[in-house]
Nanobody, 126 residues
C-alpha cells in the first residue's frame, strides 16, 4: 500500500518561497504519477501540478505557471513542489497524491488518484 507524507508547509509573506516534499513508501515509486492538489477553506480541491512517473511530463495550473516547479527524485522516493513568488491566493492545504494509472497528467483530475497524503498547510500573509 502506497503511503504519502507531505512536509514543508508554513507561514510565508507574499513574494516568499516554500518547498513542499512528498515522501512515499512504495517499492515501485517510479511507476507512480504524482499530483499536487490544494484546497482553500470553502473551496473545492483543485489540481496544481502533475508529474509523470519518470518526470517526462509536467503540467501546471495556469495561475501557478512560472512560479511553481514540480520535480521528483525516484531514487529517494520523494516528490517536490517548489513554490516561488507566493501570493495570498495560494493559501490552502496542499496534498500530494499518487496513481499507477498511465497518462493521468493529460487528464489531470482528482478522481484519477487513489492514494493521498494528509496535507500540509501553506499560509501566505503579511
Amino acid at each position: 500500500q502506497l503511503q504519502l507524507v507531505e512536509s514543508g508547509g508554513g507561514l510565508v509573506q507574499p513574494g516568499g518561497s516554500l518547498r513542499l516534499s512528498c515522501a512515499a513508501t512504495a517499492f515501485t515509486f517510479d511507476y507512480y504519477t504524482i499530483g499536487w492538489f490544494r484546497q482553500a477553506p470553502g473551496e473545492d480541491r483543485e489540481g496544481v501540478s502533475c508529474i509523470s512517473s519518470f518526470g517526462g511530463t509536467t503540467i501546471y495550473l495556469e495561475s501557478v505557471k512560472d512560479r511553481f516547479t514540480i520535480s521528483r527524485d525516484n531514487a529517494n522516493k520523494i516528490a517536490y513542489l517548489q513554490m516561488k513568488n507566493l501570493k495570498p491566493d495560494d493559501t490552502a492545504v496542499y496534498y500530494c497524491a499518487a496513481t499507477s494509472s498511465p497518462n493521468v497528467c493529460y487528464d489531470f483530475r482528482r478522481e484519477k488518484f487513489g492514494s493521498w497524503g494528509q496535507g500540509t498547510q501553506v499560509t501566505v500573509s503579511s
